[in-house]
């Protein structure tokens, strides 16, 4: 059993920062690959970023040079930093974790194994 909390939610002006995290439980977290999604209200969840155990990184096209996705493997957290928000990138923010990790990049949610509850991220004009 995995548990994912996320924090660092809140409001931000557009061209302001944030950083997420996402505590997690489990004795084999460094194997784990770890993503985040988002979902804005009346939208599907979409991909945002995932790391792998090997610390590869894949981002979505959207967010490609204004986030990064880092993890401590000691502190079993994986990290989103935003910058350069837009308000186009309010939504809730959902950690995941895939076990297996074989396929690379996962883009797809149904391949994660277990989620956060999520963390609010809102952007003002």
């Known amino acids: 059993q995995v548990q994912l909390v996320e924090s660092g939610g809140g409001l931000v002006q557009a061209g302001g920062s944030l950083r997420l995290s996402c505590a997690a439980s489990g004795r084999s977290f460094s194997s784990y690959a770890m993503g985040w999604f988002r979902q804005a209200p009346g939208k599907e969840r979409e991909f945002v970023a995932a790391?792998?155990?090997?610390?590869?990184?894949y981002y979505a096209d959207s967010v490609k040079g204004r986030f990064t996705i880092s993890r401590d493997n000691a502190k079993i957290t994986v990290y989103l930093q935003m910058g350069s928000l837009k308000p186009e990138d309010t939504a809730v923010y959902y950690c995941?974790?895939?076990?297996?990790?074989?396929?690379?990049?996962?883009?797809?949610?149904?391949?994660?194994?277990?989620w956060g509850q999520g963390t609010q991220v809102t952007v003002s004009s």
């Open positions: 995941a974790a895939d076990l297996n990790g074989s396929l690379w990049p996962n883009r797809d949610q149904t391949g994660y194994d277990y």
């Open positions: 790391i792998r155990w090997s610390g590869s990184r």
